[in-house]
């Protein structure tokens, strides 16, 4: 009997293709796990089996009947609920209300919430997990192993059949981990069906009956317990092609002077982070989401504080406390959330691209016609569609905005750029161009980090790569012949 | 023909169609209502209340709120009240330390938001009652009386005699800031932290700066109205302008400054001050009981905010 059973299911956004026919069997009272590199398509498999996309091609069927759940809501009330990467919890309610948001109906007297009947049952469920804690607790003061379990605890109030857990150890302790893996093993032995997403790859072989691959989007096969281990896991995960767009690279450029040291740096999500960028070079950062990639571009960039460590841009000790520091020192950041970090909605595309300008070039009223005429002169770098100065940079496409973004820190003339994931979400024709772009940055002489999820993109830019775990660097290497399996056996955290 | 597509596209132009229908609604209800003196009538009660709403637009835009506007009026009153009365000042020095002290309370408040992160509405709200305390210990609770008459006359006059001097200094406020938002960096600034601040930030704008130039904006506004006031009253009451926020913010928000921030225009913002005044003037003509005012005024408010949504829905899909 399967749980769930997926048929040609195809979610899309835009032109970009997130699933492709995807096929999956899901046996019932068995833990099945999905694998796959950041941005295979994962979470929209999950998002679309939970209702929260309700626009995909394809069909679901749950015990037998199709599905097609069109809120997340709906889907929990079929019985399938979903344990998410990061639970949100009213943290002002107590554990039992967080327990039965929503759903109190049956301990509800004439207006009035029954606590004390709701609570015995919310204490059974909690007893069930071996929770220590009570339902009385106030959730905000729970620890990230015991909000997991009120996650749980509330599938089990909604009589959950199918559970999926979205990597749920991410932000555990490996004793809170051994804990959620017991209370797994129950809800098995329960009869309840687990999907389980983990990048921990030694997790999910101890703990799956059956495994599967995701790459690009499409579903690379699907093996039982014991039929796969973790060298063959990756090389389904990874193994694309290279993109054509990315040239080979000339990896001589150790005579060229060093623009941008960083030595020991610390934060709050990094640790001892060292490293050079130097003239002409593009120096990859990898690792796994949350690895701390971001928070130490953004440290580099003064927007957020480091505690440690120091920063010299060509040969010279700086102090950077903000954004306006850094740019002071010739250092750009196009930041991987374009909409929150990148530009303003309520400004069109000259005035974003005009707005770090007005400082540096000392301007102290709006000149439209220099303003137009600077988006006129980075646009043919740039080809932004439609080419407008006016037209609002809300209403761009992923790929034109990232173009916008691209050129205000162009236009700063910066030394030093720092790209976040840069074609995060962007359409294939737009990414080479972005591409073409950077690549234009590095003969003029430019120092340039690009952080990406994306092995083959830091493969195809970068002459060096560094590669982060869990906060700190696992190491670095140049970027000849290296293979994406190499990358990703660090990514994972593994030193050899 | 394309200019005035374009000019009857703007927010601002339903502001102003929704004024002219107010006035030739009681126009017709009452011929009276058009005679120039009435008309002189509506833009002078609307002086007050548009010169708050134009400092508080500013405000508005960077995402912001300004309830201390009321009590820094008061302060700026009996400030300028006893530096003219027991200090004896020239009427032009005085009016100077009350914009001064407008901007010094509007730093306050820039300080309290910017600076130490507060909420807008809680840190403007603390020092609503505060700056209000303040007014009263300036005065041990007592109006300052008998305002000199070349003061009175300076702000409270007639051009030419004909035009009402506090309609210029409104007219003059408001180009000054149009010009600030529509044409300076400081302008775009402000648009640009109400459109998105952390955007702005890594920008290398100076939100500090920019937010408090806004607040001192806010406190020229407060200040100018307060000297206005007391012009026009000879006297000044440490409890004068209570209430007035709620008409400033009312203003801005029908002219079309969005209160969610990023949005606003000071053009607008005037229209609104107006309609207002036009409205609650005609309500007086007709002989309305003052007491329904209130409620025309807080229908015209939920309707205003009702069409931005629609607006916003239309403009979505086009």
């Known amino acids: 009997m399967d749980a769930l059973k997926l048929r040609h299911v195809s979610k899309s956004f835009g032109s970009n293709n997130v699933l492709k026919d995807v096929n999956l069997d899901i046996e019932a009272g068995t833990l099945h796990s999905i694998v796959g590199e950041n941005g295979a398509g994962k979470s929209t498999l999950l998002n679309i089996i939970h209702g929260v996309y309700s626009d995909y091609n394809g069909e679901v069927d749950?015990?037998?009947?199709?599905?097609?759940?069109?809120?997340?809501f709906e889907a929990i009330k079929a019985g399938i609920?979903?344990?998410?990467?990061?639970?949100?919890?009213?943290?002002?309610?107590?554990?039992?209300?967080?327990?039965?948001?929503?759903?109190?109906?049956?301990?509800?007297?004439?207006?009035?919430?029954?606590?004390?009947?709701?609570?015995?049952?919310?204490?059974?469920?909690?007893?069930?997990?071996?929770?220590?804690?009570?339902?009385?607790?106030?959730?905000?003061?729970?620890?990230?192993?015991?909000?997991?379990?009120?996650?749980?605890?509330?599938?089990?109030?909604?009589?959950?059949?199918?559970?999926?857990?979205?990597?749920?150890?991410?932000?555990?302790?490996?004793?809170?981990?051994?804990?959620?893996?017991?209370?797994?093993?129950?809800?098995?032995?329960a009869g309840i069906t687990i999907l389980y997403v983990s990048h921990r790859l030694d997790e999910v072989i101890t703990l799956s009956d059956k495994i599967s691959v995701l790459r690009d989007g499409e579903v690379m096969g699907t093996w039982d317990r014991g039929h796969i281990d973790k060298q063959t896991m990756?090389?389904?995960?990874?193994?694309?092609?290279?993109?054509?767009?990315?040239?080979?690279?000339?990896?001589?450029?150790?005579?060229?002077?060093?623009?941008?040291?960083?030595?020991g740096l610390t934060g709050d999500r990094f640790r001892d982070i060292s490293f050079e960028v130097r003239k002409g070079e593009v120096l990859g950062f990898s690792g796994l989401v949350g690895a701390g990639r971001t928070e130490v571009a953004e440290a580099i960039f003064g927007a957020q504080p480091y505690h440690s460590g120091t920063i010299e841009v060509n040969g010279k000790p700086v102090t950077i406390r903000s954004p306006r520091d850094a740019m002071a020192h010739g250092i750009a950041l196009v930041p991987e959330d374009r909409k929150r970090h990148g530009f303003v909605r309520n400004l069109d595309n000259k005035m974003n691209m005009y707005l770090p300008l007005f400082e540096k070039r000392k301007a102290h009223t709006v000149n439209k016609s220099k303003i137009t005429e600077?988006?006129?002169?980075?646009?043919?770098?740039?080809?932004?569609?439609?080419?407008?100065?006016?037209?609002?940079?809300?209403?761009?496409?992923?790929?034109?905005?990232?173009?916008?973004?691209?050129?205000?820190?162009?236009?700063?003339?910066?030394?030093?750029?720092?790209?976040?994931?840069?074609?995060?979400?962007?359409?294939?024709?737009?990414?080479?161009?972005i591409y073409l772009i950077i690549g234009k940055l590095v003969e003029a002489g430019k120092a340039v980090i690009v952080i990406s999820s994306e092995l083959p993109e830091v493969l195809g830019l970068a002459h060096r790569i560094v590669v982060m775990h869990e906060g700190r660097k696992v190491t670095e290497l140049v970027n000849d012949h290296l293979e994406e399996k190499t990358i990703l056996h660090y990514a994972m955290g593994a030193n050899q | 023909m394309t200019a005035i597509r374009q000019l009857l596209q703007r927010r601002e132009a339903t502001t102003a169609v929704a004024l002219l229908l107010v006035v030739i609604v009681f126009s017709i209800l009452n011929p009276l209502y058009l005679s120039g003196g009435n008309l002189v009538d509506i833009i002078d009660q609307a002086t007050i209340n548009g010169l708050l709403a134009i400092g508080i637009t500013f405000v508005i835009i960077t995402g912001g709120i300004d309830l201390s506007v009321g009590a820094t009026m008061a302060i700026v009153i009996v400030v300028v009240g006893q530096l003219l009365t027991t200090g004896g000042m020239n009427p032009v020095a005085a009016a100077l330390c009350g914009i001064?002290?407008?901007?010094?309370?509007?730093?306050?408040?820039g300080v309290l938001v910017a600076k130490l992160g507060l909420q807008p509405f809680i840190a403007t709200?603390?020092?609503?009652?505060?700056?209000?305390?303040?007014?009263?210990?300036?005065?041990?609770?007592?109006?300052?009386?008998?305002?000199?008459?070349?003061?009175?006359?300076?702000?409270?006059?007639?051009?030419?005699?004909v035009i009402p001097i506090a309609i210029l200094i409104l007219l003059a406020f408001a180009v000054v800031g149009h010009f600030i938002l529509t044409k300076s960096r400081?302008?775009?600034?402000?648009?640009?932290?109400?459109?998105?601040?952390?955007?702005?930030?890594?920008?290398?704008?100076?939100?500090?700066?920019?937010?408090?130039?806004?607040?001192?904006?806010?406190?020229?506004?407060?200040?100018?109205a307060g000297m206005v006031l007391l012009a026009r009253l000879g006297t000044g009451e440490p409890a004068a302008g209570q209430g007035y926020e709620l008409n400033a913010i009312a203003a801005a928000a029908i002219g079309g400054t969005s209160l969610a921030g990023g949005k606003g225009s000071i053009v607008g913002t005037l229209l609104g001050a107006l309609l207002l005044s036009a409205l609650r003037v005609g309500l007086v003509v007709q002989g309305v009981d003052s007491f329904y005012q209130f409620i025309a005024t807080g229908a015209i408010i939920a309707f205003a905010a009702y069409f931005e949504i629609i607006r916003d829905r239309i403009n979505v899909k086009a």
């Open chain 2, 186 to 224: 400081t302008g775009v600034y402000i648009f640009a932290i109400g459109g998105n601040e952390e955007s702005t930030r890594l920008s290398g704008v100076d939100i500090f700066r920019n937010k408090a130039i806004a607040y001192a904006l806010c406190g020229v506004g407060a200040a100018l």
């Open chain 1, 81 to 189: 609920s979903k344990v998410h990467q990061e639970i949100q919890i009213a943290p002002d309610l107590t554990v039992g209300e967080n327990i039965a948001l929503g759903s109190e109906g049956a301990y509800v007297r004439g207006g009035l919430l029954d606590r004390k009947k709701l609570y015995a049952r919310t204490d059974e469920l909690l007893d069930r997990l071996g929770c220590k804690f009570r339902s009385n607790a106030r959730a905000g003061s729970l620890t990230v192993g015991d909000i997991h379990m009120v996650a749980i605890a509330k599938s089990l109030y909604h009589d959950a059949k199918v559970i999926s857990f979205d990597e749920p150890t991410a932000a555990m302790s490996d004793r809170e981990a051994e804990i959620l893996f017991s209370v797994i093993k129950d809800l098995l032995a």
């Open chain 1, 234 to 263: 990756i090389e389904r995960m990874v193994g694309r092609e290279l993109n054509t767009v990315l040239q080979e690279i000339d990896i001589a450029t150790s005579d060229q002077p060093v623009v941008l040291k960083v030595q």
């Open chain 1, 374 to 433: 600077n988006f006129a002169a980075m646009q043919e770098a740039l080809n932004i569609q439609p080419n407008d100065p006016n037209y609002m940079t809300v209403q761009l496409s992923g790929g034109n905005q990232q173009k916008i973004i691209l050129g205000k820190w162009l236009a700063t003339s910066a030394d030093i750029l720092i790209f976040d994931e840069p074609t995060k979400g962007i359409d294939v024709g737009a990414k080479a161009e």
């Open chain 1, 62 to 72: 749950l015990f037998g009947n199709t599905v097609h759940f069109k809120s997340p």
């Open chain 2, 100 to 109: 001064v002290l407008g901007i010094l309370l509007g730093l306050v408040n």
């Open chain 2, 125 to 161: 709200l603390a020092t609503m009652s505060a700056f209000r305390g303040v007014a009263y210990i300036i005065t041990g609770g007592y109006p300052v009386l008998d305002m000199p008459p070349a003061f009175r006359a300076m702000l409270d006059g007639d051009l030419f005699g």
